[in-house]
């Protein structure tokens, strides 16, 4: 096939794709207001979606809880849970995490290009919740002028406000890594300089002081937004790359694989969730509906939603190429993570999927954050899906 | 009077010694590297072993294991 490329990853030798950080132009919720082109303007996003309501903790964890609203960075960890946890705690900031550490995914990038005024609605929320007066955008320095954007985005917000009700906004830029978007790492670049993970205390604190930090994803908070004005938030906002045109789309959960991905044959083989997600056959996939219920029930993994086709004739140089990357992106500071990929890697590009499950098991879920353990279950399931045969071989044995 | 814990590693500062593997064994063992197997959760550790454990993570050279004592 033509043209294939893996979205920041360099396959093969050849050159790294484009990552998908453009939208297609079909809104299902988030982006239903939303022209191409353009972020929607404060006025027209208060005409179409109303005030925003004044609610306290409890009455936006209800809100939360009635639509079973999930973080959708990755670890779909309850919001409800979240809010509740800073009940009676003093805040000291509210970060919002635009850091799309992922170069599979795109959709915090279009979330804050197209709708910005929608994710500031749901970080203000939590702002007037909390009692918490400093909120951070935290974006990493990838493609495009998002910063530049969210800038005027803020100061057409803020013209609308009397002096009193500004809301406080600064933005910070982390380094361009794959672990530098992940929820602790953030926390650390912001307030040490240093955007490595080291785990967060739960609820976590700022570094040194008492105040607690609430930080979520960018997308996450957009549909809490929603969701505090009595709509149902659910839609499927999906980043396609690999072997098809790479772009962001939200579209009906009741919506198939299909549909998304026209040209696929049930042979090529679809990442579902990412890097660190599963690989399944698209057969198995394609007539999956897009919810991470019905894509877990086929083995797979929702995770940000990012979803990259491999053709099959390209399955095994992806799967070097995944595999490589995500050892090269370790931080390197915990030991089984910065000597257990590499080798992990290296069994990976010799095909060896019982090696690669003792390795796994030995790297364990050890290190302060979850890449290690991310990673080895992602290389395992890659093999799994590559070298079907091998599998059936060792569940005979 | 002891109700045990937990003990946890700290990865940034680990350098896979296996001091703490030679100190406590049947409780902490070390991988090929030499790093204990102790997840991110830690391990659990019974109240006879408390008194081990606390002096392993006296001794770590590098200060890398802690010994959390469970609510009293």
């Known amino acids: 096939m033509n043209n294939w490329s893996l979205p920041g990853l360099e396959v093969g030798g050849a050159a790294a794709g484009p990552r998908p950080v453009a939208w297609d132009g079909h809104g299902h919720r988030l982006l239903s207001g939303a022209r191409l082109g353009g972020a929607v303007p404060p006025q027209a996003h208060l005409t179409q979606w109303g005030p925003l309501p004044g609610y306290s903790l409890e009455q936006l964890a209800l809100r939360a809880q009635h639509y079973a609203l999930l973080g959708a960075g990755g670890a779909a960890f309850p919001v409800h849970r979240k809010l509740r946890a800073m009940m009676n705690r003093r805040v000291g900031t509210v970060v919002i995490n635009g850091a799309e550490g992922e170069t599979c995914s795109g959709k915090d990038q279009v979330l804050l290009r197209h709708v910005p005024q929608l994710v500031l609605d749901g970080a203000e929320l939590v702002v007037r919740a909390t009692g918490c007066r400093r909120i951070v955008l935290r974006l990493s320095p990838g493609p495009g002028d998002t910063g ?206 019982e090696g690669a499950r003792a390795l796994a098991a030995e790297i364990g879920d050890r290190g302060a954050c979850g890449h290690p353990s991310a990673t080895s279950s992602a290389v395992v399931s890659a093999l799994e899906c590559v070298y079907p045969q091998r599998l059936q071989r060792s569940v005979a044995a | 009077m002891s109700a045990g814990g937990m003990l946890e590693v700290d990865w940034h500062r680990c350098q896979g010694l296996a001091m703490c593997a030679a100190a406590l064994p049947g409780l902490v063992d070390a991988d090929r590297w030499g790093y204990p197997r102790i997840s991110r959760r830690g391990t659990a550790v019974s109240p006879e072993r408390t008194a081990d454990a606390r002096w392993a993570a006296r001794s770590c050279p590098l200060a890398a294991l802690r010994f959390v004592p469970a609510d009293q």
């Open chain 1, 148 to 353: 530049r954007q969210m800038e005027h985005a803020i100061a057409a917000r803020n013209a609308t406000r009397s002096r009193g009700e500004r809301l406080n906004i600064s933005l910070s830029v982390g380094p361009d890594s794959f672990v530098a978007g992940e929820a602790s790492a953030v926390v650390n670049g912001l307030f040490t300089g240093n955007a490595v993970p080291t785990g967060l205390g739960v609820p976590p604190r700022q570094p040194r002081r008492r105040a607690y930090v609430y930080l979520s994803n960018v997308e996450t908070y957009a549909r809490l937004a929603v969701a505090a004005r009595g709509i149902d938030p659910g839609s499927a906002l999906i980043s396609l790359s690999g072997a098809t045109q790479p772009r962001v789309t939200e579209r009906a959960p009741t919506l198939r694989f299909a549909e998304l991905l026209p040209f696929a044959q049930p042979h090529d083989i679809v990442i579902t969730g990412g890097w660190h997600g599963a690989w399944l056959r698209a057969a198995r996939l394609l007539d999956t509906q897009l919810t991470p219920a019905a894509v877990a029930a086929h083995g797979g993994r929702w995770g940000a939603g990012a979803f990259v086709l491999v053709p099959s004739e390209q399955a095994v140089a992806a799967l070097i190429a995944v595999s490589q990357f995500l050892a090269q992106e370790s931080a390197g500071r915990c030991g089984p993570c910065r000597l257990g990929l590499p080798q992990l890697a290296g069994l990976a590009a010799r095909g060896d999927l």
